[in-house]
């Protein structure tokens, strides 16, 4: 009973801020497995799911990504709105998926029940102007999520684990992203200049490696924090 009071009473804050890292570390985890498997073909209403929860998962990510930092670093500005820039993020690209399915199951519906050609034709085109209202609030998310990404990409730049190398990268790859999905505006560059021009997958890429690294200095970070509050619980090697 000794020893797990003496685990125990590390401050309430340390707990809660180390809660969220973890839980900022797993959501962004399988954000990203949500975000790669988008292009894999499996059951339709499987993958809705998926494509549901993805910016469900964006958001404590974001949130334990500011904690893990702000443990590090202290509070800053670039810090705090890369958080909202990142739950605002979150939101429209679930209101994206949301939206395009709902469009695409109603109107495919409508179009099978239609018994004149002449109707099936309208309704096509009708679907295709439809489907510019969710390309238009990807944007929005794209727009936020990057701008989100920039400032995060700014603080790992400063960041002593990480290495201005790393960060440097995520940062012209964000701004890259940015400026062509605006550039391109209201077609996302892969419709106007070929797939290899959507940098997505690679800020993608920058983020599984950030978690990558992330997991790995939490995992020293949280030995060296026990090690100051439970040294017991080291001696028994639990880390």
């Not at 839980?23 to 499987?46: D, E, H, K, R, V």
């Not at 605006?182 to 490696?209: A, E, N, R, S």
Request: include cysteine; glycine fraction near 10%.
């Amino acid at each position: 009973m000794k020893r797990m009071k003496t685990i125990d009473s590390k401050p309430s804050s340390l707990n809660f801020e180390n809660r969220w890292v973890m839980t900022g570390i797993i959501t962004g985890f399988i954000a990203m497995i949500s975000y790669s498997s988008m292009q894999i073909n499996y059951p339709a209403t499987l993958k809705r799911i998926v494509f549901f929860s993805y910016g469900v998962f964006l958001i404590p990510f974001v949130i334990g990504l500011y904690h893990f930092f702000k443990q590090q670093m202290g509070k800053t500005v670039k810090g705090q709105l890369a958080v909202v820039f990142g739950i605002i993020g979150g939101v429209l690209v679930n209101l994206m998926a949301v939206v395009q399915n709902s469009i695409r199951l109603f109107m495919r519906e409508y179009i099978a029940n239609a018994e004149a050609p002449e109707l099936k034709e309208q309704l096509q085109w009708i679907l295709r102007g439809l489907e510019s209202v969710q390309l238009g609030i990807d944007v929005s998310f794209d727009v936020f999520m990057l701008s989100s990404l920039i400032l995060l990409s700014m603080i790992v730049y400063c960041h002593k684990g990480f290495g201005k190398i790393f960060g440097g990268i995520g940062f012209l790859l964000s701004v890259s992203t940015l400026f062509l999905n605006l550039y391109t505006f209201p077609k996302p560059p892969g419709y106007v200049f070929g797939q290899f021009w959507d940098f997505g997958p690679f800020c993608g890429i920058w983020i599984i490696l950030l978690l990558i690294r992330i997991t790995w200095l939490y995992r020293k970070q949280a030995c060296l924090l026990i090690s100051r509050t439970a040294p017991r619980f080291l001696d028994q090697g639990g880390c």
